[in-house]
T-cell receptor, first 111, second 114 residues
């Protein structure tokens, strides 16, 4: 079965600094999703990547999928307190519609 | 447009009771998914439904758990004879048709078993 490994598990950065979160898959990724979750709330969809080498940006967040489609990174530029939360990568499992998730990266932004 | 609506947000049950969790998908979405997030664990897939059909229930416990998505009304996740280990956050997601359609999540139902 497909497994996703996220690193780091937790991250504390100073406001204004850049940061990167990685997601590595045990199998080829056919669809990679990034979500953000705040404590006690649901998941907010950020971006979806499907093609090798694909890169998408939204405001200060950029996500990339490598050419081999086994690793993705999420990069935040000039971090703000509003970026704090748990970031989850999810992948379509094989040909099925269900998502398999990484264990999450807890991001804290210090003012 | 309203997002995925789940209710109740919090549900408390005593051991042996039944729990019913409801999910109304986003407007225009016909695919519903249920996931469970146990304390200190990741998000795990439970079941995938389309209207009146269970497509994939590979993540559902074999006993006490059932799900439905009727022609009219919300999707229901039902847990019979709840036990302490059922305490978790249950999330519903919905999507449109097509492999390029992302799943959008509700705010979840936090189930606590006394």
């Amino acid at each position: 079965s497909q497994e996703l490994e996220q690193s780091p598990q937790s991250l504390i950065v100073q406001e204004g600094k850049n940061l990167t979160i990685n997601c590595t898959s045990s199998k080829t990724l056919y669809g990679l999703y990034w979500y953000k979750q705040k404590y006690g709330e649901g998941l907010i969809f950020l971006m979806m990547l499907q093609k090798g080498g694909e890169e998408k940006s939204h405001e200060k967040i950029t996500a990339k999928l490598d050419e081999k489609k086994q690793q993705s990174s999420l990069h935040i530029t000039a971090s703000q307190p509003s970026h704090a939360g748990i970031y989850l990568c999810g992948a379509v499992s094989g040909g099925a519609q269900k998502l398999v998730f990484g264990q999450g990266t807890r991001l804290t932004i210090n003012p | 447009n309203a997002g995925v609506m789940q209710n109740p947000r919090h549900l408390v049950r005593r051991r042996g009771q039944e729990a019913r969790l409801r999910c109304s998908p986003m407007k225009g979405h016909s695919h519903v998914y249920w996931y469970r997030q146990l304390p200190e664990e990741g998000l795990k897939f439970m079941v995938y439904l389309q209207k009146e059909n269970i497509i994939d229930e590979s993540g559902m416990p074999k006993e006490r758990f059932s799900a439905e998505f009727p022609k009219e009304g919300p999707s229901i996740l039902r847990i019979q004879q709840v036990v302490r280990g059922d305490s978790a956050a249950y999330f519903c997601a919905s999507s449109g048709t097509g492999t390029d359609q992302p799943q959008h999540f509700g705010d979840g139902t936090r189930l606590s078993i006394l």
